[in-house]
């Protein structure tokens, strides 16, 4: 970044940090955020607890030109050392509501709680979920699943801010889901303006964002006048277009009529394409309660005695075709392998701890280690299922 580009930034920052409001916080350590406890600060963050205020962050970043990532809890993540340029907006807006055979959850609700109020229920389809890290706006994103069930096969329709600041309730089709993997995380192409996420192994190449960014008119939104959000933005030299979110049943319709607790630990991330996941419904099938908690429970029971607890991202790659990353790791004699604070599982080859000193450095050091071992070893090259965001 030039030094004059790098003056334009920081002055945007300011005056979005001033829209924003008092809520806003300057240079957040990240690592508190996110499930490894590793990660460098954000320039700017702010807690968003419903989904007009996303939907209020999101648009007056893009109005003023920041480039911003949406974080559900940072399960599926590794944060850099250096941190996030520009703002981070962490999604807790967490409602859940059923209707008959349907459940509907904004995106920052857990995967897993959603899981256990259906089970309650009697509703089948997502036991696979139980115990599952992960936000629901996450788990859509890259598609979670295990025991054999995933996102792809339970989704009906997910609600999606886009990048030209229209709200679009896109059915499953338009997610193009593969395994671990969605339109949106793959980047949708030339649409990836939005966020400072990198791809590459050593955060160097940040994703360019697009100079020309669609706007839209908070105030024209419904989104609560809280004093986080009552200073928005002076008339500005761009054509703003408009979406009334109210209208469109964001965060009043039947389905969330039930709100639920939210536990205090949220997860995943929403990166990728400019596209924001705020909500999704899911259909599920008429089960026997009593039949499905069993079902649970033993997922449950499996988790605990295959999974280890503690600082830890999930899943670090992806299972390459007719094989098991943990097992292929195990294999090549990786059990327990450790750099710098970082360390491979005892328990599970493909869960990658944070022992208390970490940094994302030791964290990348130890993945290219288990890729390379992997490589020489079997010739089987492990794709990463984590998502690599921040700066070098």
């Known amino acids: 970044m030039s030094y004059l580009r790098g003056i ?6 300011d005056e979005l940090a001033v829209a924003l409001g008092p809520r806003a916080r300057r240079d957040e350590p990240l690592a508190r955020y996110t499930a490894m406890r590793i990660g460098g600060p954000a320039d700017l963050l702010i807690v968003c607890e419903s989904v007009d205020e996303v939907v209020g962050a ?5 109005s003023f030109g920041v480039p911003w990532l949406l974080l559900g809890g940072g399960c599926n993540v590794l944060v850099a050392d250096a941190g996030v340029r520009g703002l981070v907006i962490v999604n807790r807006a967490a409602r859940i509501g059923f209707d008959g055979l349907a459940a509907r959850a904004e995106a920052g609700a857990l995967l897993a709680v959603l899981a256990r109020e259906s089970v309650e229920r009697g509703l089948a389809g997502l036991e696979w979920a139980a115990g599952l890290p992960g936000s629901v706006g996450g788990a859509v994103v890259g598609n979670a699943g295990a025991f054999d069930g ?12 886009g990048p030209d600041g229209e709200i679009v309730e896109q059915p499953n089709e338009w997610f193009e889901f593969d395994y671990r993997s969605s339109l949106i995380k793959r980047g949708a192409g030339s ?10 192994d050593d955060f160097s190449r940040p994703v360019s964002r697009a100079t020309e960014v669609a706007t839209t008119d908070v105030e024209g939104m419904g989104v609560t006048r809280s004093d986080d959000f009552s200073r928005l933005v002076e008339s500005r030299a761009t054509e703003v277009a ?13 389905d969330f009529s ?3 607790s939210r536990a205090t ?16 419904t899911f259909g599920l099938r008429a089960g026997d309660a009593q039949a499905l908690a069993t079902r649970v429970d033993e997922i449950l029971e499996w988790r605990r005695t295959r999974h280890p607890a503690g600082a830890t991202m999930g899943s670090t790659f992806k299972n390459p075709p007719g094989s098991h990353a943990g097992y292929l790791i195990e294999q090549a004699g990786l059990r327990g392998y450790r750099i710098g604070g970082a360390q491979i599982s005892e328990l599970h080859g493909n869960f990658f701890m944070n022992t208390g000193s970490a940094t994302a450095a030791d ?3 130890l993945i290219e280690h288990a890729r390379a071992e992997v490589r020489r070893q079997f010739g089987v090259e492990l794709e990463l299922e984590i998502e690599l965001v921040g700066r070098d």
């Open 191 to 200: 649409l990836n303006t939005a966020c400072d996420v990198t791809r590459s």
């Open 58 to 62: 999101v648009n007056l970043a893009r």
């Open 363 to 365: 964290v990348l050091a």
């Open 150 to 161: 995933d996102v792809a096969g339970v989704l009906r329709s997910a609600m999606v801010l």
């Open 242 to 254: 408009t979406t009334d979110v109210e209208g469109m049943g964001v965060t009043r319709s039947d």
């Open 265 to 280: 630990e949220v997860a995943t991330t929403d990166v990728g394409s400019g596209h924001v996941i705020l909500a999704a």
């Open 8 to 13: 334009a930034v920081s002055h945007d920052l």
């Open 258 to 260: 039930r709100p639920v």
